[in-house]
Structure formats: C-alpha cells, structure tokens
T-cell receptor, first 113, second 110 residues
C-alpha cells in the first residue's frame, strides 16, 4: 500500500535554530499539506501546496515557515528560527485527483529546547 | 471552522458494533462526508467517505441520512485497536484541506 514517509521521526533543536522537516508524498499525488499537533490538542492545518506553489495557508504559517518541493518528490517544511511553542508533531499529507482521501505520514516530533 | 458536531467521547464493548454519530446540518449538495481516525498521536488515517449513498469498505460502514444532515460511522466488530479519536469532516472538493475538529474519542473496552 502506498504511504507518505516523513523524516526524521524525532528532532530536537535549540531555540533559534533552523529546522527542515522532510516528507516524501505518494508519487502520483498532486496536492500536499503540512499540519501540526501540539501535545493534547487537535490537528491544525498549516499550508497546502499545489502546482509548485502555496494554495492556502493558515494564520499559524507566518514568515518563519516556508515549504518547498525541491526535486519533484520531496516536500519540505522549514522553520527558520524555532521557538519553544513550535514543539509539536508535524504531519505531512498528500492526496491525488478527484474526490480521493488524504494520506498522512506518521509525523515528525519536533522538540525545541 | 469545522462544519460538523460529534460527541466528545464514547465507549464500546470489544466485539460489539461501534456507532459514531455526526451532525452536519449545513452540508451543501456537493459536499462529501469523510471520516478519519487518529490512534494515539499517529498520523490521521482515512476510513471512508460518501456523498449521498451508504458506503461500506473493509474497515467500516457509513450511513448517511436521506436529508444528508447527519451520518453514522459503524465499526461492525470493534477491537481494542479501534480505540482512537474519530473525525467526521465535510469537504467540497478533492483538493480541500482537511479541517479537523475535536472529534469523538472512542474507547473500546475489553
């Protein structure tokens, strides 16, 4: 069964450092997403990406965040200067064409210390 | 900005059917009902979706009322591994972002 792969599974970083979270979406999918989940809270939408550009972003996705699909297979989320409150699980998702479900990766647990 | 209402939590005895309700009274004609679940901070997992007709797959059944204002997800023989948060989500198009509400926390009890 096809799956979305995320690396690393756990990342610890110091406050103020840059982090890049990586995702390999399912190969023929067209739409890509990042979500985050702070411990004990609900899953929150960050950004959607289609046709090599951001199609929608939430209020959470401020100037500290950026996304990229550098080589047609990987999909990355960069946080430029991490804050303590960025500590969360980050999920990547992708979906294919018409009326199909979203597939989620298993997440990267980011801990900012 | 979730468009659905679900009970906060439910219990179900192992081996029995789990019936999870969802209200979506403002659903429009071209919006689909999707169900996902999240097992203990793992990535959310798709279960089933439908537009008007009832649907069944290897995981569950989805019953949508005739007026489409509510639906029920049925897990026919719940196991301990079905303990999870279940999300009922209304989406218009295939590329819509999935918006998660608080969902229903289902506990399957031995």
């Amino acid at each position: 069964e096809p799956e979305v792969t995320q690396t690393p599974s756990h990342q610890v970083t110091q406050m103020g450092q840059e982090v890049i979270l990586r995702c390999v979406p399912i190969s023929n999918h067209l739409y890509f997403y990042w979500y985050r989940q702070i411990l004990g809270q609900k899953v929150e939408f960050l950004v959607s990406f289609y046709n090599n550009e951001i199609s929608e972003k939430s209020e959470i996705f401020d100037d500290q965040f950026s996304v990229e699909r550098p080589d047609g297979s990987n999909f990355t989320l960069k946080i430029r200067s991490t804050k303590l409150e960025d500590s969360a699980m980050y999920f990547c998702a992708s979906r294919g064409p018409m009326n199909t479900e979203a597939f989620f990766g298993q997440g990267t647990r980011l801990t900012v210390v | 900005d979730a468009k659905t209402t679900q009970p906060t939590s439910m219990d179900c005895a192992e081996g029995r059917a789990a019936n999870l309700p969802c209200n979506h009274s403002t659903i429009s004609g071209n919006e689909y009902v999707y169900w996902y679940r999240q097992i203990h901070s793992q990535g959310p997992q798709y279960i089933i979706h439908g537009l008007k007709n009832n649907e069944t797959n290897e995981m569950a059944s989805l019953i949508i009322t005739e007026d489409r204002k509510s639906s029920t997800l049925i897990l026919p023989h719940a196991t301990l591994r079905d303990t999870a948060v279940y999300y009922c989500i209304v989406e218009e198009t295939s590329y819509d972002k999935v918006i998660f509400g608080p969902g229903t926390s289902l506990s399957v009890i031995p």
